[in-house]
Structures are given as structure tokens and as C-alpha cells.
């Protein structure tokens, strides 16, 4: 069932954010959201997510969705091992084994029993990136998914995602055009000027 989004606006203190977004994104499709800092990429995300609300407009196809979602901050328990971080949203059926081998192509097998505060930038990011993944979900919504990650390890994460992502809606903020190269994505970009 695609998702529909009819003319979305938004405004904090006076100033707009979105001013009548649309656009339908359908099923199995990746998506790039481009546009400058600041732009409202982030506020759109979390209107999907039920974060923040419109002040006009409306979004239909939510309804039973399940989002998963990665963040712009990593978002983990800094005494959790990564393992235990991603076991918290994981799909009850998968196993610790079925969780180190998917996390295995992301992340060196000593990273996983170690709590993420001793991890690196770049490691909590890929913890972060395999949580979302190995959760249940229909929808994937990733804001700027690849920060602080180097462009080997960018394409390896992104390789991943695509995998565990197959067939599904996945929605990501970007700056970079090399993302939309490696999803083989669309570009939505509702700042444009004319």
C-alpha cells in the first residue's frame, strides 16, 4: 500500500519548516530526502514517525505500518553491549547466533559483547544501523544513516541495509549523491527553487 502525503506544513516559532509537501512513496522503493541543513528533512522523518505533528495536511497509509527508524544521534544504552542493544528491538524469532552472524557484516565480531560506550563513532553507528534492521518493519526511516563512516564501510553498510531491507519502503535524509548511487534511489527534494 504506498504512503500518500498530502500537502504538509510545518512551522516552528512563525518560521516554516515544510510548506505543502506532497508525494506518494510506494512499496519496496527506496527514497532519498535531499535538501540544505536546516531544510526540514529531520521534521518530515519524525511527522512519519508521530514525533512532531503538522500543522496542515495530512498523511495517509500509516495506519498498521510498522516504522523502524535510525536517528539522527545513535540513540543506545551506553552500558549495553551492542549484541544487547540490538537484541531490545529485534524480532522475537531471531536468536543471539542469527543476531551476531546478521550483525557480522557490519561490525568486527569483538564489537558485539562490548558495551558501546568503549565503541567508536563509527561502530555505535553501525549498532544503531543493525537495530533498525533487525527489528520488525514495514517502513525504514533513516536520517543521515552514514555519518562518520568511511566510504568502505559506507558501501558494506549499505550493502546490509539493502539485503535485510528487500522489498520494502525505505525513506533516508542525505547530503551525500553517492547515497542515491548506492540505493539506486529516488530523489525527493522539496526545496527546490523553481
Known amino acids: 500500500m504506498p504512503l500518500r502525503i498530502h500537502n504538509l506544513s ?3 516559532d512563525g518560521q516554516p519548516v515544510l510548506s505543502g509537501v506532497s508525494t506518494v512513496l510506494e512499496e519496496g ?3 532519498c530526502l535531499m535538501g540544505p541543513s536546516g531544510a526540514g528533512k529531520t521534521t518530515l522523518l519524525r511527522i512519519l514517525m508521530g514525533l512532531e505533528r503538522a500543522d496542515s495536511g495530512r498523511v495517509e497509509g500509516l495506519s498498521g505500518l ?6 539522527q544521534e545513535d540513540r543506545l544504552c551506553e552500558g549495553f553491549t ?3 542493544n540490538v537484541r531490545l528491538a529485534a524480532a522475537p ?3 543471539d547466533a542469527d543476531i551476531r552472524k546478521a550483525l557480522s ?3 568486527p565480531p569483538q564489537a558485539l559483547d562490548r558495551p558501546v560506550s568503549a565503541l567508536s563513532g563509527g561502530m555505535k553507528r553501525r549498532t544503531a544501523i543493525g537495530r533498525a534492521l533487525l527489528a520488525p518493519f514495514d517502513l525504514l526511516l533513516m536520517d543521515e544513516p552514514f555519518t562518520g563512516l568511511d566510504e568502505d564501510t559506507r558501501r558494506r553498510t549499505a550493502a546490509f541495509i539493502r539485503e535485510r531491507a528487500a522489498g520494502r519502503m525505505i525513506l533516508l535524509s542525505t547530503h551525500q549523491e553517492e ?5 539506486q534511489a529516488r530523489v525527493l527534494n522539496f526545496w527546490q527553487q523553481p
Open 179 to 183: 547515497d542515491v548511487r548506492l540505493f
Open 29 to 31: 522503493n527506496t527514497y
Open 10 to 12: 510545518k512551522s516552528f
Open 82 to 84: 551492542a549484541l544487547e
Open 93 to 95: 524469532s531471531l536468536s
Open 66 to 71: 510498522r516504522i523502524s527508524a535510525v536517528f
Open 105 to 107: 557484516a557490519i561490525l
